[in-house]
């Protein structure tokens, strides 16, 4: 998903998506996979989400 900052990590293997692998595609090839087909869930929902504030009337 382009989360962390190439300059300090480095990634390696493969995650294979519609018979591409996506490790290793330029930003413009991710581009045209983010958001239509491939979205990120977080799993900490305290970082989303106060769990002091009402989310509805």
């Known amino acids: 998903m382009g989360l962390h ?4 990590t480095r990634s390696s293997g493969q995650a294979i998506y519609d018979g591409k692998n996506l490790v290793g595609l ?3 090839e991710l581009n045209k996979i983010r958001t239509k ?5 977080f799993q900490d929902p305290l970082s989303a989400l ?4 009402k989310i509805s009337w």
Do not use: A, D, T
């Not at 900052?5 to 300090?8: G, I, L, V």
């Not at 087909?37 to 869930?41: A, L, T, W």
């Not at 106060?50 to 504030?53: A, D, F, R």
């Open 5 to 8: 900052n190439e300059n300090f």
């Open 26 to 28: 330029s930003e413009e």
């Open 37 to 41: 087909e491939i979205g990120m869930i």
């Open 50 to 53: 106060n769990p002091l504030q």
